[in-house]
T-cell receptor, first 114, second 113 residues
């Protein structure tokens, strides 16, 4: 079974609008970490935001927030006030307590339309 | 920015030749990882290391070997390159602990002809 599932291969959003990128995960570990990364067309991987499984509040970093629903095993990324520079691939990832690996989804390509 | 570099950044090689990619870090992080990225597959783990001379396989380890003789260096070797190994290869590092993210190198684009 896939550890991380991203069901939206591509998304479009109007500039200045908010967009939600979906991520669901599968783990039996009680402790885990969830991460989002951005990969622009230039190719580098950029860390955006982290959510711990025991965190009581949703993580926020500037225009990025993570909508964490533990019971549904979802960790959706919300980007507010989209900008043209947000056009990129976005990857969701998980790190389990019982291992040293990070598991990545297949990514969502976001295009911001002017 | 985390100090992590990859060399070479680009390489074209012929089928059947050996290839070694190098990852170098200046952060003294315990964990180092090699991934390959292909369209539609996201990032797939090849091998990772949790200390000097301590390595383990990832989901796509066939045809690849790794070595880590120093904390700062993690080498990925394709013993006999095949066209299916044409890909972009990323190295990443991380500290121990659930709340530590990975830092990625700039990537190496490998083409096997």
């Amino acid at each position: 079974a896939q550890k991380i599932t991203q069901t939206q291969p591509g998304m479009f959003v109007q500039e200045k609008e908010a967009v939600t990128l979906d991520c669901t995960y599968d783990t039996s570990d009680p402790s885990y970490g969830l991460f989002w990364y951005k990969q622009p067309s230039s190719g580098e991987m950029i860390f955006l935001i982290y959510q711990g499984s025991y965190d009581q509040q949703n993580a926020t970093e500037g225009r990025y927030s993570l909508n964490f629903q533990k019971a549904r095993k979802s960790a959706n990324l919300v980007i507010s006030a989209s900008q043209l520079g947000d056009s990129a691939m976005y990857f969701c990832a998980m790190r389990e307590e019982t291992g040293n690996q990070f598991y990545f989804g297949t990514g969502t390509s976001l295009t911001v339309i002017p | 920015d985390a100090g992590i570099t990859q060399s070479p950044r680009h390489k074209v090689t012929e089928t059947g030749t050996p290839v070694t990619l190098r990852c170098h870090q200046t952060e003294n992080h315990r964990y180092m990882y090699w991934y390959r990225q292909d369209p539609g597959h996201g990032l797939r783990l090849i091998h990772y290391s949790y200390g000097v001379k301590d390595t383990d396989k990832g989901e796509v380890s066939d045809g690849y070997s790794v070595s880590r003789s120093k904390t700062e260096d993690f080498l990925l070797t394709l013993e006999s390159a095949t066209s299916s190994q044409t890909s972009v290869y990323f190295c990443a590092i991380s500290q121990e602990g659930l709340n530590y993210e990975q830092y990625f190198g700039p990537g190496t684009r490998l083409t096997v002809t």
